[in-house]
């Protein structure tokens, strides 16, 4: 049998996180288990802690469902297509997160925290001071709720800025690492194209285990990607990536609900 280099609670939130309806039989997930080097036994005690957990509800005998209105971070994960959606124009304003000291959080509050402002893109510019431009949808409200919802710490606070002047402006974009960030795009559209051709001379157990392990590595890059404004990186190439990955996701999907049909 494979050894899988993912744990069985994993595994479980991310084959149900990419199912088109987010939710699975065990029958299936057991099957997953298998294809993954996964016993039984270990992915059913897997299921049950996270039932109690409250991160999968139960549904009808035995149907696992995510349960993303308790678990925040697994909808990012599943709806990582619609963060394509959240950029709009930029007209040069930032929005800037002023944060306590923190001394009095605990390691696991202060993970949290910092993973929500990484996960949207924020850099430290100064001192307790984070910052992104301002091109997400919503505003600074809707700002404000999502990083609530993802762990920002309560004592933080959010305003816009405007009027850096251009020397300000350009050791702030200075602050990501754009040729990096555009290599990447180009690295993974590359990975997307040679892991497709590959895909369709594998048998399917073989192709299944291929499209979860480099699908969860594709996803992780977009999730971690700080949503730059297209004013910023000059091209498409962040979008044309996206698409990229999607159509990597769907030839998944179809490879997996073969696997699945056949058990």
């Known amino acids: 049998m494979i050894e899988s280099s993912l744990s069985a609670s994993t595994l479980i939130l991310d084959i149900l996180a990419g199912a088109s309806e987010r939710r699975l039989p065990a029958q299936h997930i057991i099957r997953a288990g298998e294809i993954m080097g996964l016993s039984e036994s270990t992915l059913r005690v ?26 925040r971070l697994q909808l990012d994960v599943g709806d990582w297509r619609a963060r394509m959606g959240w950029m709009i124009d930029w007209h040069g304003d930032w929005v800037l997160i002023a944060e306590s000291s923190q001394g ?56 816009l800025a405007s009027g850096l002047t251009p020397a300000q402006s350009d050791r702030v974009l200075a602050l990501w690492d754009i040729p990096a960030l555009e290599q990447t795009y180009q690295n993974l559209t590359e990975t997307v194209e040679t892991s497709l051709a590959r895909l369709d001379t594998l048998e399917p157990d073989a192709a299944a285990r291929e499209s979860l392990l480099t699908g969860r590595d594709l996803i992780r890059n977009m999730l971690q990607d700080p949503l730059l404004p297209q ?26 609900e073969t696997v699945f049909e056949s058990a």
């Open 46 to 71: 897997a299921l049950t802690r996270l039932v109690k957990s409250g991160k999968l509800e139960k549904q009808d005998r035995a149907i696992y469902a995510l349960d993303t209105t308790r678990n």
């Open 104 to 159: 009095q959080a605990n390691a696991t509050e202060r993970r949290r925290h910092q993973r929500a402002l990484s996960l949207r893109g924020f850099r430290q510019w100064k001192p307790h001071v984070q910052i992104r431009p301002n091109n997400l949808a919503g505003g600074l409200d809707g700002l404000r709720q999502d990083l609530s919802a993802l762990g920002l710490s309560p004592d933080a606070d959010l305003c």
């Open 231 to 256: 004013e910023v990186l000059h091209d498409a190439s962040l979008r044309e990536t996206a698409d990229a990955i999607a159509r990597y996701q769907d030839h998944s999907r179809a490879i997996w």
